[in-house]
């Protein structure tokens, strides 16, 4: 399949995890990616594996100025961006910094606003954006830091998909769930043991299973598809209360 010969997506955070899985995935079906780190080396690592239809650039994504950058550097229309650049902080209110609080929300929310400011002026009609969030958008969580900044990129999605909608370009959100990546490990490890009991699926999800969620949204495939949410969460959210009732039931 060559959902994306001839179009040219961006896709930040992509030197590891989810945003390198979504760059290579892209560049599989035939897209044009600017794969985008704060980690130059990581995304030029990235951008090797995908061959000659990737191109490493460094942005990060929380400087305005690098963004102005990146948008210079587009030599013709631009058909998808992928959002995807995020850090997570597992701490309350109370033990949340201010200098943390600010940190996490320049990374996890300003980076999405700015992604579609500087950079929905090159969207092309038909153009796609996906802006990754994750179910602690969907529901309550614990993170201070975390959860506020997912919920506010699901809303901010839905005011860039009425915004952007006479121009036929669509914005959606992805929520992924308990997903294997650096970033999901990077705490205590006892949290992704303890989170497992609640998914139905029985398992983590991998980034190619996100990547290829995020390119369905990028795709014709979804071109009715506007101002939603992709929960791709083996069924954590829908049913993961009454999963982890039973199955504490059974063992009793």
């Known amino acids: 399949m060559s959902r ?7 896709v930040t955070g992509a030197g590891g995890g989810m945003g390198r899985a979504e760059a290579l995935a892209l560049a599989a079906e035939g897209a044009s990616v600017l794969v985008t780190d704060i980690d130059l ?5 990235t951008a090797a594996e995908g061959g000659d239809r990737c191109r490493a650039h460094h942005l990060d994504v929380t400087d305005p100025d690098g963004w102005q950058e990146l948008a210079t550097a587009l030599d013709g229309p631009l058909h998808g961006l992928v959002n995807n650049a995020g850090i997570s902080f ?4 109370a033990e949340t910094s201010v200098a943390d609080w600010h940190r996490v ?42 959860g506020t900044t997912k919920w506010a990129v699901r809303g901010l999605s839905k005011v860039g998909s009425l915004e952007l909608a006479d121009r036929g370009v669509r ?3 992805v929520h992924p769930g308990l997903v294997d990546t650096p970033l999901l490990h990077s705490g205590d490890p006892r949290f992704v043991e303890e989170s497992l009991r609640s998914v139905p699926a029985g398992r983590l999800a991998t980034p190619e299973e996100v990547a290829r969620a995020v390119a369905f949204l990028l795709s014709d495939d979804a071109s009715y598809v506007n101002g939603t949410e992709l929960v791709v969460d083996g069924g954590l959210v ?8 039973t199955g504490a039931l059974a063992d009793r």
């Open 4 to 10: 994306f010969d001839g179009r040219t997506v961006v």
């Open 105 to 146: 929300l320049e990374v996890n929310l300003s980076s999405v606003f700015y992604g579609m400011k500087f950079l929905s002026p090159a969207l092309a009609p038909g153009a796609s954006v996906v802006n990754v969030s994750s179910i602690a958008g969907m529901l309550g969580y614990f993170s201070a830091t975390y």
């Open 171 to 173: 914005v959606n959100s």
């Open 90 to 93: 597992r701490a309350g209110i």
């Open 238 to 245: 829908s049913g993961g209360t009454y999963h982890r009732i």
């Open 41 to 45: 080396a990581a995304a030029e690592s």
